[in-house]
């Protein structure tokens, strides 16, 4: 994040300059960081207090915590964040004590953040708040449509850019909308939400289907079996006339058939249907408001969707490949039938399957491990309107790990892995997208490629996550960072996190970790004890949320550090990370095969056969 005081009031503008003139700038880094703490850490005791937060006064407390780090250190970087959530605070205590001053002050640290930080993370949402508190709070409609107006023009292609686009549409007069022949966006009375959109990926065991809609909703959820269906009423919810009269067709896949229709006046009714399923999660992201939905199944066994090369040495009459090789299916079938039915797509055990021919120079390393089905998918983070990081010379995050991920592809696919791309070019792809694709396919391993950021220009070196809870500040941070979202979103995605997370998974995705770190490290910093080895560490990221493979998300390098920066700017250095990590992902995959191979085939097709 860069600080930009040209812009500045001029009362910030002296505050850096004598700072600055003092070279103190550790000292009033790590002081900022204190006072931002503690302003946080008194906003989480208020949240969480019912006490305090029926006090006017906590709130205003909290209020001038935060706004005791912009006037301590406008320049920390901590600045912006604490102008967010003032702003944030007083819009709160507007809303819970009625106060008008309480709006003003909200409206005046918004604009102090837009005007004083443009390139903050903070900036396009601090625009978008005061529209909306503007049109909503004051009825102030020109005020408000000047604020969207600028969130269009400064901040192209952003979350924020659409939903001011959608405001302003909402405000214009209808008689425009009877005059326009293109499709208008359907406009609801204030306090009904929109159902806007169903999107789905469907796999032959799995399905993510995403609802999109205009803002939190309140739904109830039950589950029918015989024929297998889930359903979702969302109430005070309205779904457009486009959307309703939409047909989803029936896939070949695992999920049959969407429905969705007015089910009353204020309720919408979301029907999936299934072939039959096991055991399913819903829940919700922020930002813009959306309905996740992942089912877990299998789809009843088809003849011919065995490939003919896995089924060849067994006989023309053989059942599924499955079933001969399965020595004891009664007894893991009788546990928790029926999720434990084979699926026609699962691949029989490695031992039985008749590996591809050889290449020229010989078996590849996946063939020689028996792991002719691993297939990786490499995420490269953000694209299109997302640029991630980026630093001063104009290094953008997008664009480094598109380049590592490629490298990487073309170093995996040479050792026979199965390689899939979330993107191979400058798109942008919504994080909850990138774990569908995944899922869908049924990768065996997910990886999703990084490179970092913090508020001072000191920290560098390589980090590696998978998901769990966030243990520390820095790891909250990173997270907030690449969900987009508010550390605040963060702690409220913990809760969530409880409800999704596979402990199976966790064990997985954390020796992955440990064998990508490693191998970085060990590669790019000849010892392990350097400091640049940042280690394996845990936080919620919404890219790996629901992921049902072994998942990491790898952090390269800070391009906020100069050094660092400049290392990722060397292709001969994003090479070496692609080979790096590459040894990592085989690391594992072949720790995988002596595991399997020193075990008993009954073991093995019982590890194969749990439930996910
Ligand atoms: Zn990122």
Redesign the pocket.
Known sequence: MRWTGSSGRSALGLLVLLSSMGGAAEGAQASARKLYDEAHAAETRLQQSKAKTAKKSEWVRVAKMYRSVVVSHPQSGYSDDSLFYEAEIYREVYRRFDDDAALERSLDAYLQLATGYPSSKWAARARLNRGKVQLERRNDRKGASAELGKVIADFPGTPEAAEARRLLDEMAPPRRAAAAPGPERETFPSGVVGVRNIRQWTGTEYTRIVIDLDDEVKYTEGIVQDPARIYFDLLGARVTRDLASRIFPVGDGFLQQIRVGQNKADVVRVVLDFQNLSEYNVFTLPDPYRLVVDILGKAPAEPAAAPPIEVADLGPAAPPAERVVEPAPVAVAAETPPATEPAPKAAPPDIIRVPPPPRKDGYSIVQQLGLSASRVVIDP??GGHDP??MNRSGLR?KDVVLDVSQRLRKLLEKEGFEVVMTRDKDVFIPLEERTAIANSKGADLFLSI??NAARSTKPRGTETYFLNLATTPDAEEVAA??NAVTTRRVNELQSILQKVLNNEKITESRELAGRVQTSLSSDLYASAKDPRNRGVKTAPFYVLLGAQMPSVLVEIAYLTNRRDAELLGDAAFRQKVAESIAVGVRGYQSSLARTTSTETQAGRVAEKEQPR
């Open positions: 983070g953000h991630g990081t995050e990084h490179v960072r690449e």
